[in-house]
T-cell receptor, first 116, second 112 residues
Framework: EAGVAQSPRYKIIEKRQSVAFWCNPI?????LYWYQQILGQGPKLLIQ????????DSQLPKDRFSAERLKGVDSTLKIQPAKLEDSAVYLC??????????????FGPGTRLTVL | AQSVTQPDIHITVSEGASLELRCNYS??????LFWYVQSPGQGLQLLLK??????LVQGIKGFEAEFKRSQSSFNLRKPSVHWSDAAEYFC??????????FGAGTRLTVKP
């Protein structure tokens, strides 16, 4: 079974530029998550989708971050414009999304963003 | 507020020695509990999870964890550490709406 795919793996941009990350979850997983992991910290949830609807985006800085999952499968996360403090690893995860069996989240390798 | 605490930022153990990584959570009810491992440049890999039932759970790579309700703890253990276990370890809990909260992580260094 293929895992969660993310691209690119690394990205370096100047501050005030825009950047987009892509995630393809495990086939059949209804729930998709984007996390931000700053160096030395645990991952922090940015947004959670159930199919193509947003379940939780309370910690997403909506003035500069946006995310979509239009067809309920893959997803993109965008930052526009980027700030220095956005330097982090952006992790995508997916889960089946229902009952106890669906709670476990499977993580992609992440995209390491450096903002100069 | 709901939180997950990993008191040890960095732990160093000798290869072959035993290991215990601490995790405490704050929540009224029993959440779902997880331990993940992250090697440099990699995503998170699930070591083990606790939902209900037997409070001692076995995971992959020889790891186990024990849920103690009275102490709100879910400590990770391994009887004999291997050099390949050097990594970052994260405790995580799931509350409502599949909202997963992570601790800050414990970095494990293994001495030869």
């Amino acid at each position: 079974e293929a895992g969660v795919a993310q691209s690119p793996r690394y990205k370096i941009i100047e501050k005030r530029q825009s950047v987009a990350f892509w995630c393809n979850p495990i086939s059949g997983h209804a729930t998709l998550y984007w996390y931000q992991q700053i160096l030395g910290q645990g991952p922090k949830l940015l947004i959670q989708f159930q199919n193509n609807g947003v379940v939780d985006d309370s910690q997403l800085p909506k003035d500069r971050f946006s995310a979509e999952r239009l067809k309920g499968v893959d997803s993109t996360l965008k930052i526009q414009p980027a700030k220095l403090e956005d330097s982090a690893v952006y992790l995508c995860a997916s889960s089946l999304g229902w009952r106890e069996e669906g709670i476990e989240q499977f993580f992609g390798p992440g995209t390491r963003l450096t903002v100069l | 507020a709901q939180s997950v605490t990993q008191p040890d930022i960095h732990i160093t153990v000798s290869e072959g020695a035993s290991l215990e990584l601490r995790c405490n959570y704050s929540y009224g009810a029993t959440p779902y509990l997880f331990w993940y491992v992250q090697s440099p440049g990699q995503g998170l890999q699930l070591l083990l999870k606790y939902f209900s039932g037997d409070t001692l759970v076995q995971g992959i790579k020889g790891f186990e964890a024990e849920f103690k309700r009275s102490q709100s703890s879910f400590n990770l253990r391994k009887p004999s550490v291997h050099w390949s276990d050097a990594a970052e370890y994260f405790c995580a809990v799931v509350y409502n709406n599949n909202d997963m909260r992570f601790g800050a992580g414990t970095r494990l260094t293994v001495k030869p």
